[in-house]
């Protein structure tokens, strides 16, 4: 080898060889082992040998082979790689893991250190040699590459468990839905010299958001997780965080549910009214959809609907929300019960999809609907998302003479520029500055603000989420008379809804 390279290795600067190998003890074994081998070797003055060889399973090979041949054992391994499996190993997981932890602090995503514990079985319950060990290891890594995104870590950690590092994920439910895809590939059973291998996966998860953690911290947690994992059969995953672990285990549980709850007819619509304080009437009716399910019971749209989004599933979804609520309106007029459009909130996936606007005019087709009956909701978030097409689709819209409410108006980015740039018919104030109103002075300021800007656009402006009287005498002081709420009424489901507009003219 190089002088130069075995200088800089003896100043314990590994960077430029491929693969530094350190042998435990000093003793000849190391020579014997290597004499021969077709690998340049450098050794220096702390027990490592230094290779420069990227064939690492090459390397594995030859030195069990030696290793058998001198009928003598030893332990080794590559302070950057493992050679059973081609991993990085534990040094090297470590310096990702504190560089990772270093970077989290960037972002607002969740950085998520995984554990795996194998345990192997062969049919027969006969133990297993050490090559056909060695083999599956190596299989083993490779499922679990194929398992993750590019930029996630995998480690060989020790005996036969692995570390991996995923960055930048968004929620819980994502590191849940890793670690089932991890069981379902890992759990597979392996077909070696003609014998059937089986496996057993436990999974340890500690995930760092915000807070100060430390690389030993972050291991430590994951490691009890798994201990964790154990304890309770295996093939299963186990957080750091108790809490956490039920919350993910219920999201992808309704996640799974929520695949069949539209074909099993799961999913109705309930009806909150708004009305005109002041002109004691009727505005508009807001469809609100509710998941029915035997054994969650009754999930709220705050519980799926960004599940539905992050699947897909909220486009079938939404189309049925859109055609129930339509048809449920068509009758409503033909029962003469209330001129008012039905208000439909739209899901900025929806939203985004190219058809859009043709699903909106075929439902008010086939429900026979006038357009002026309908109004959606949509949010600034969903229009933010792409303004060349919010536009288009926004006068489209227009044209057709489908109304467009903007909703939680408020909270988020709140730009009056919106009401510009686009047509609106109404603007729904959000729940939590209503809530507010009476204790902050900025809420006062928001609304006052909000409601004389709206008339000046000449805006219907709503109330959401009025629950009492005290409330309602505030907001007609800021001029606001249109209120939407508890206050009148829960959202009903059909039956009650068309009671309480048979009696509407009485409602205040
Ligand atoms: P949103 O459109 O702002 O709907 C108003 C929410 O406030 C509803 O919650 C309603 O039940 C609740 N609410 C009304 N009055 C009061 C009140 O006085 N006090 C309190 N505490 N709450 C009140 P819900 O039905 O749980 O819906 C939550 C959100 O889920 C909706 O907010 C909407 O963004 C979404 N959502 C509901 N149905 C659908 C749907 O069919 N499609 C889509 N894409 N989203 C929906
Ligand atoms: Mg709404
Ligand atoms: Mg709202």
């Given amino acids: ?12 600067n590994y960077n430029q060889f491929h693969h530094v190998l350190v042998i435990e003890d000093e003793d000849s074994r190391k020579t014997v082992i290597l004499e021969g081998a077709n690998y340049s070797v450098g050794r220096d003055s702390r027990n490592t040998i230094v290779l420069n060889s990227q ?3 090459r390397l594995h090979a030859t030195l069990l082979r030696r290793t058998n041949t001198i009928n003598r054992s ?4 590559l302070l950057d790689g493992d050679l059973q499996t081609g991993l990085p190993s534990r040094p090297l997981l470590m310096e990702q893991l504190k560089m990772a932890i270093a970077n989290s602090f960037r972002s607002d995503d969740l950085l998520s250190l995984v554990f795996l514990e194998l345990e192997i079985f062969e049919e027969n319950g006969n133990s297993l040699n050490y090559r056909l060990k060695s083999r599956i290891l190596e299989g083993f890594a490779k499922r679990l590459r194929a398992c993750l995104r590019l930029g996630d870590s995998i480690a060989y950690w020790e005996s036969s468990q692995f570390g991996c590092i995923l960055p930048q994920v968004r929620s819980t439910q994502d590191v849940g839905r890793v670690c089932n895809r991890m069981l ?18 436990s999974i340890g998860i500690a995930l760092k958001g915000n807070e100060e953690k430390t690389a030993g911290t972050m291991i430590h947690e994951a490691q009890d997780a798994l201990a964790k994992s154990q304890e309770s059969g295996s093939n299963n995953y ?38 005109a304080v002041n002109e004691n009437k009727i505005t508009g009716i807001e469809a609100l959809i509710r998941w029915e399910h035997r054994d ?13 989004e992050e699947t897909g599933l909220i486009v079938p979804i939404g189309e049925w929300v859109l ?6 309106r068509k009758r409503w007029q033909e029962e003469s019960l209330t001129d008012q459009p039905i208000c439909i909130n739209i899901s900025s996936q929806q939203f985004q999809q190219t058809n859009f606007v043709a699903m909106i005019e075929s439902v008010l087709d086939k429900t026979k609907l006038e357009p002026y009956l309908l109004e959606l909701e949509v949010t600034e978030s969903t229009l933010a998302l792409n303004m060349e097409l919010s536009r288009k689709c926004l006068m489209e819209l227009n044209e057709i003479g489908v109304k467009i409410a903007l909703d939680d108006f408020g909270t988020g980015v709140s730009s009056f520029g919106y009401l510009k740039q686009f047509q609106f018919s109404t603007l729904k104030i959000d729940r939590p500055i209503i809530n507010d ?6 809420d006062k300021a928001l609304v006052g603000a909000i409601v004389n800007v709206a008339q000046s656009f000449n805006l219907r402006v709503i109330a959401e989420g009025v629950e009492e009287k005290a409330k309602v005498d505030e907001l007609l002081q800021f001029g606001c008379e249109e209120i939407q709420g508890n206050w009148l009424t829960i959202p009903l489901k059909e039956k009650k809804i068309m009671d309480f507009l048979i009696k509407s003219d009485c409602i205040l």
């Avoid at 030893?74 to 391994?77: A, D, E, L, P, Q």
């Avoid at 969650?296 to 705050?302: A, C, K, Q, R, T």
């Avoid at 109103?437 to 900025?442: A, I, K």
Wanted: charged share 25%.
């Fill in 184 to 201: 379902e590939s890992l759990k597979q059973q392996f077909f070696l010299d003609n014998k059937k291998v089986y496996t057993r996966i």
């Fill in 55 to 57: 064939k690492v399973s």
């Fill in 296 to 308: 969650l019971g009754i999930v709220s749209p705050g519980e799926f609907i960004s599940l539905a």
């Fill in 74 to 77: 030893f332990s080794y391994w």
């Fill in 437 to 442: 109103l009476s204790s902050n002075p900025q």
């Fill in 1 to 12: 080898m190089n002088s130069d390279y075995m200088k800089s290795a003896m100043d314990g």
């Fill in 238 to 275: 186990k957080f750091a965080n108790e809490k956490l672990q039920l919350e993910t285990e219920r999201l992808l549980r309704i996640e799974k549910l929520l695949a069949h709850a539209l074909e099993r007819k799961e999913f109705c619509l309930c009806y909150q009214p708004q009305i």
């Fill in 323 to 328: 055609e129930t609520a339509c048809q449920q």
